[in-house]
């Protein structure tokens, strides 16, 4: 079983519409979950951090469940410019000596038509 | 304030040669993380350089080796090269608080093509 798991897509919507990406995650000792944007032959960039209350950052709304080691992003209102691939991403710090990593999913891909 | 830098940005090798690709982080940062990202597929962590000693691997073979210079920057090597290896090569360097809660940054990669 991979350590994140996504939902592959791809996802191909409208512009305005609403649209939501799944992730799982495997190591219950995961501390810390972002969501990254990668476009096409480019890196990858932090959208979000994800937290546990969820948070909000314009049409980008984030959630996490550590019982259930799941995390969503919700973006509404697409834009055509949102058009790309969105990476569930882990952060296993366990504190201590111990180093952290970020461990990427597969990556969803977005397409936003007119 | 550069961020990071990697060097090349392509590169043509052929089968069975060696690579070597160049990595300064961003200024303030003090470790290195170097990714594999193959086409449609999420970045794989390789390795990770922090004062100047491998610290932790991912799952990759012997033939990916790396270095740590003083000024903190990096190489990635990569031995008996395979058409597999074919891939974008992301480094991301970051800084360490207490807390654990590390600031990746991103270089924008080294393409490599293994013919």
């Known amino acids: 079983r991979k350590e994140v798991e996504q939902d592959p897509g791809p996802f191909n919507v409208p512009e305005g519409a609403t649209v939501a990406f799944n992730c799982t995650y495997s190591?219950?000792?995961?501390?810390?979950f972002f969501w990254y944007r990668q476009d096409c032959r480019k890196e990858p960039k932090l959208l979000m951090s994800v937290y546990s209350s969820g948070n909000e950052d314009g049409r980008f709304t984030a959630q996490l469940n550590r019982a259930s080691q799941y995390i969503s992003l919700l973006i509404r209102d697409s834009k055509l410019s949102d058009s790309a691939t969105y990476l569930c991403v882990v952060n296993n710090y366990a504190g201590g000596t111990s180093y952290g990593k970020l461990t990427f999913g597969q990556g969803t891909i977005l397409t936003v038509h007119p | 304030d550069a961020g990071v830098t990697q060097s090349p940005t392509h590169l043509i090798k052929t089968r069975g040669q060696q690579v070597t690709l160049r990595c300064s982080p961003k200024?303030?940062?003090?470790?290195v993380s170097w990714y594999q990202q193959a086409l449609g597929q999420g970045p794989q962590f390789i390795f990770q350089y922090y004062e100047e000693e491998e610290r932790q691997r991912g799952n990759f073979p012997d033939r990916f080796s790396g270095h740590q210079f003083p000024n903190y920057s990096s190489e990635l090597n990569v031995n008996a090269l395979l058409l597999g290896d074919s891939a974008l090569y992301l480094c991301?360097?970051?800084?360490?608080?207490?807390?654990?809660?590390?600031?990746?940054?991103f270089g924008s990669g080294t393409r490599l093509t293994v013919v």
């Open positions: 200024s303030g940062h003090d470790t």
């Open positions: 991301a360097s970051s800084f360490q608080p207490a807390d654990g809660n590390y600031g990746y940054t």
């Open positions: 190591n219950s000792a995961s501390q810390s």
